[in-house]
Nanobody, 125 residues
Framework: QVQLVESGGGLVQPGGSLRLSCAVS????????IGWFRQPPGKQREGVSC????????YYEDSAKGRFVTSRDNADNTVYLQMNNLKPEDTARYYCAWYRSTDYCLSPYYGMDYWGSGTLVTVSS
């Protein structure tokens, strides 16, 4: 049974950092495409980043470039999203998802077969 469980969210001040974790089970990270998307309060979902674990290639939406870093730890079967220089507009529930390929892995709506219940990130002073 495939499961993805996000953790690491919380309240952080603008300019601060958080590291989100996505613990996966039911498959290994040897060859997978894992993406992060978010949903701000009252708004549509937005793609954030994704990683192809077989090639260790990462992809980022413009909003995340230069501030967020996606990585994975195969031994722990966990994917991480390191978020730096956080802004109030980063406030959202963050989800990780298993994608069929990298073709749509920045899409918050298409190409995903499984996703978790999310973790809430609030950026506020």
């Amino acid at each position: 049974q495939v499961q993805l469980v996000e953790s690491g969210g919380g309240l952080v001040q603008p300019g601060g950092s958080l590291r989100l974790s996505c613990a996966v089970s039911g498959f290994t990270l040897d060859s997978a495409v894992i993406g992060w998307f978010r949903q701000p309060p009252g708004k549509q979902r937005e793609g954030v980043s994704c990683i192809s674990t077989s090639t260790n290639t990462t992809y980022y939406e413009d909003s995340a470039k230069g501030r967020f870093v996606t990585s994975r730890d195969n031994a722990d079967n966990t994917v991480y999203l390191q978020m730096n220089n956080l802004k109030p507009e980063d406030t959202a529930r963050y989800y990780c998802a298993w994608y069929r390929s990298t073709d749509y892995c920045l899409s918050p709506y298409y190409g995903m077969d499984y996703w978790g219940s999310g973790t809430l990130v609030t950026v506020s002073s």
